[in-house]
């Protein structure tokens, strides 16, 4: 780890546990974005504003990180658009497989002791550890 910040990573990690908390009970929902989202895009009742105000209120907060932070994130992407298309597909298409997305299995799923979230998370986190081991030490991939 090149800069570790603790006391940003806890504050982050506070609001993110108030706001999955706050979201379970003022409406009832898990705060799983994959699924705030796709509510979104494929509404099936009349609680759509929720879902858009909790998307603006991610996007904002990022925006706002960044201007009043000096430290901000630079994000490079390396990679062809047409690959980035695909990644984000195959993206979608698991979260669809697995009933969920990483935050709404990992934080809100585990907070409430759920089995599959916990099989879940249990998988993403393997899947991660194998791949970048694969990607950095077996293929030589920065």
């Known amino acids: 780890m090149e800069s570790f910040t603790p006391y940003s990573a806890l504050i982050g990690g506070l609001l993110i546990g108030a706001a999955a908390a706050l979201t379970l ?5 898990i705060a799983g974005i994959s699924g705030i989202l796709s509510g979104i895009l494929v509404p099936k009742s009349v609680d759509a504003l929720w879902r858009i105000i909790f998307i603006l209120g991610l996007l904002a907060g990022s925006l706002l990180a960044g201007l009043i932070s000096a430290d901000a994130v630079v994000v490079e992407i390396r990679t062809t658009p047409l690959l980035t298309i695909l990644a984000g597909l195959l993206v979608g298409f698991g979260t669809r497989l697995g009933s969920g997305c990483t935050s709404g299995h990992g934080i809100c799923g585990l907070a ?3 089995r599959r979230s916990f099989t879940a998370t249990l998988l993403f986190m393997t899947t991660a550890i194998v791949t970048v081991y694969l990607t950095r030490h077996l293929l030589g991939v920065i």
């Open 25 to 29: 009970y003022s409406n009832g929902r």
């Open 112 to 114: 409430r002791f759920s």
